[in-house]
Every structure is written in structure tokens, then in C-alpha cells.
């Protein structure tokens, strides 16, 4: 079955980064049929989608995150990680990693149960 | 940018049909923007009901369908039932690795 998990810090400080790991069992990670992904939701509000890496490092980003944003992978331990810069109140959210899947079309099915990340001092 | 539109709310009576749209603030939706639906309920990460527009994800009923009905991407939930009441949101792929997720519709069954 697969499995994803996220990690990292509940409470981050104003203009410091944001750092999550994903942690992904139950799927071949680095087959070339997935896309690994990033979404947040602020509470009370919508998705966004932020990105996603590729198994060869290809990234993609939401072109309105894009400076701050960076994600990155490590194959060796089926893991990818989200890092975002000078967060503010309006980067409180629950973030989901996710699979993104490209065979026979294109899908963004399995989803981890979320972490949610508050920004204060 | 592109903006994914949907209505902000929907309500349907129990055993009633209910169809849900996602557009785009530009153009016409079509197969090619891999239209998929979720339904998220409170605490609850996101569900996947159906993929490329009309693939019903596995385990889900067949009372939910997805369709493209004129210029929009369509849930249709058919014999609506209580535990139905979500919210629903479709997203869609604009191509260049780039997804864009719409606003999500309230939809209450009463």
C-alpha cells in the first residue's frame, strides 16, 4: 500500500524557512511513472499546489511561490523535502506531500495525512 | 495566471443529483487538463474520486461520475446521500509540470 508521511517543525518563526521531509513507502520511488508533490491548505481555505521533483531532480514550481521555493530529493531513502524562505503568518497551513502519478494520463492520487505548520513568534 | 473556477456552494436533497463544474477563467476545459476530483472532509486529507475526467478512482461508488459538459470539467454525484456533504475540489494540469487547483465547492445535502 502506499504511504506517505510528512515531518518537520509545527512552529516556525516569521522570515525564517520552512523545511518538510516526505517520506514514501509502498511504491517504487524512483520509477519514472511518479512526480512527487507538495500542496498546502491555509486553515479554513483552499488547496495550492506548490511543486514537484521529478526522481531525476527535475523541479516544478507554483509560478507565485517560485522564489521561494525550493524542493529537492534523496532517493536512497525514498525521501523529498520542501523548503520555503522568509515565510510569514500567511504560510500557516497544513502541508501534504503527495504522489503524482503519470501513466495513461496524468493524476495527483495518493496524498500523506498532512502536517500542519503555524508561523509565529 | 490561470484562475480554475468553481461554485463556492452547491446544496442537494438527499437522494437528489447534484452536478459540480470546473472551469477556467480562459478557455475551455478539456481531457488534456487531466481533470481530477476530490472530496475532503474536516481533519480529513483530500480523496481522490475521479481522474482524467471521468475515471472513477478505486473504491469509489458509482454515484459519483466526471464528465466534460460543454466548456467545464462535471462531478456528478447521482442518489446523494448524507455522508456526501464535503467539500469538493477539482484541479487541473495546465502542462509544464504546472497543476492549478480550483476553489473548492461547499456542497451541503439537506
Known amino acids: 500500500q502506499v504511504h506517505l508521511q510528512e515531518s518537520g517543525p509545527g512552529l516556525v518563526e516569521p522570515s525564517a524557512t520552512l523545511s518538510l521531509t516526505c517520506t514514501v513507502s509502498?511504491?517504487?520511488?524512483?520509477?519514472?511513472?511518479?512526480?512527487w508533490d507538495w500542496i498546502r491548505q491555509p486553515p479554513g481555505k483552499g488547496l495550492e499546489w506548490l511543486g514537484s521533483?521529478?526522481?531525476?531532480?527535475?523541479?516544478y514550481y507554483n509560478p507565485s511561490l517560485r522564489s521561494r521555493v525550493t524542493i529537492s530529493i534523496d532517493t536512497s531513502k525514498n525521501q523529498f523535502s520542501l523548503n520555503l524562505s522568509s515565510v510569514t503568518a500567511a504560510d500557516t497551513a497544513m502541508y501534504y506531500c503527495?504522489?503524482?502519478?503519470?501513466?495513461?494520463?496524468?493524476?495527483?492520487?495518493?496524498w500523506g495525512q498532512g502536517t500542519l505548520v503555524t508561523v509565529s513568534s | 495566471q490561470t484562475v480554475v473556477t468553481q461554485e463556492p456552494s452547491f446544496s442537494v436533497s438527499p437522494g437528489g443529483t447534484v452536478t459540480l463544474t470546473c472551469g477556467l477563467s480562459s478557455g475551455s476545459v478539456s481531457t488534456t487538463y487531466y481533470p481530477t476530483w476530490y472530496q475532503q472532509t474536516p481533519g480529513q486529507a483530500p480523496r481522490t474520486l475521479i481522474y482524467n475526467a471521468n475515471t472513477r478512482s478505486s473504491g469509489v461508488p458509482d454515484r459519483f461520475s466526471g464528465s466534460i459538459l460543454g466548456n467545464k470539467a462535471a462531478l456528478t454525484i447521482t442518489g446523494a446521500q448524507a455522508d456526501d456533504e464535503s467539500d469538493y475540489y477539482c484541479v487541473l494540469y495546465m502542462g509544464r509540470g504546472i497543476w492549478v487547483f480550483g476553489g473548492g465547492t461547499k456542497l451541503t445535502v439537506l
Open positions: 521533483i521529478y526522481y531525476s531532480g527535475d523541479t
Open positions: 503527495a504522489r503524482d502519478r503519470a501513466v495513461t494520463g496524468r493524476v495527483i492520487d495518493y
Open positions: 509502498g511504491v517504487s520511488f524512483s520509477s519514472n511513472s511518479y512526480y
